[in-house]
T-cell receptor, first 112, second 114 residues
Framework: QQQVKQSPQSLIVQKGGISIINCAYENTAFDYFPWYQQFPGKGPALLIAIRPDVSEKKEGRFTISFNKSAKQFSLHIMDSQPGDSATYFCAAFSGGGNKLTFGTGTQLKVEL | KAGVTQTPRYLIKTRGQQVTLSCSPISGHRSVSWYQQTPGQGLQFLFEYFSETQRNKGNFPGRFSGRQFSNSRSEMNVSTLELGDSALYLC?????????????FGQGTRLTVV
């Protein structure tokens, strides 16, 4: 059972545009929501993360918006650059320990 | 500070064989988790080890096992390999204690079963 739904599966954005990736979850026990960026041949790298008591978090060009009542959160990449072309995963922590449940991933391509 | 190191980077094994993958976490990190990444199933949690004890386990058959040593290094073993075990196996290390901490991933071991 997929507990974190991610959309879109793929996304093409023009350089300088805004990339938006959405995620929705079902398990209300999730209590920490990181986003990961993965380049081909590499492991996922932590991009930014948010806790459910915060509605928005911004780090540079990356912003997470969080809607606890709707159980949805999204990643916005402002001024998208070709170097941002990668696969992005939303994820969620729950329970004791460090078990992550991942979304299915979004393949982002930023065109010149 | 060195990152998470996984060895080997690539492996080719024959169906029915067994394989052992290794992970060295970031210095000071005591939690090590393993994930399987495939195009069809995405990133799936296998198990987590902390202080040499398995703390969490995902929904994988018993052919998948792991262990952690006193220096926090971890190994993952897959016995009786099947073609469907072909995947990128990722290890992640985390600090433990306090509120949620981030998981840092290694580059993975690409396992191909033929």
């Amino acid at each position: 059972q997929q507990q974190v739904k991610q959309s879109p599966q793929s996304l093409i954005v023009q350089k300088g545009g805004i990339s938006i990736i959405n995620c929705a979850y079902e398990n209300t026990a999730f209590d920490y929501f990181p986003w990961y960026q993965q380049f081909p041949g590499k492991g996922p790298a932590l991009l930014i993360a948010i806790r459910p008591d915060v509605s928005e978090k911004k780090e540079g060009r990356f912003t997470i918006s969080f809607n606890k009542s709707a159980k949805q959160f999204s990643l916005h990449i402002m001024d998208s650059q070709p170097g941002d072309s990668a696969t992005y995963f939303c994820a969620a922590f729950s329970g004791g320990g460090n078990k992550l449940t991942f979304g299915t991933g979004t393949q982002l391509k930023v065109e010149l | 500070k060195a990152g998470v190191t996984q060895t080997p980077r690539y492996l080719i094994k024959t169906r029915g064989q067994q394989v052992t993958l290794s992970c060295s976490p970031i210095s000071g990190h005591r939690s090590v988790s393993w994930y399987q990444q495939t195009p069809g199933q995405g990133l799936q949690f296998l198990f987590e080890y902390f202080s040499e004890t398995q703390r969490n386990k995902g929904n994988f058959p018993g052919r998948f096992s792991g262990r952690q040593f006193s220096n926090s290094r971890s190994e993952m073993n897959v016995s009786t390999l099947e073609l469907g075990d072909s995947a990128l196996y990722l290890c992640a290390s985390s600090l433990v204690g306090g509120i949620r901490t981030e998981a840092f991933f290694g580059q993975g071991t690409r396992l191909t079963v033929v």
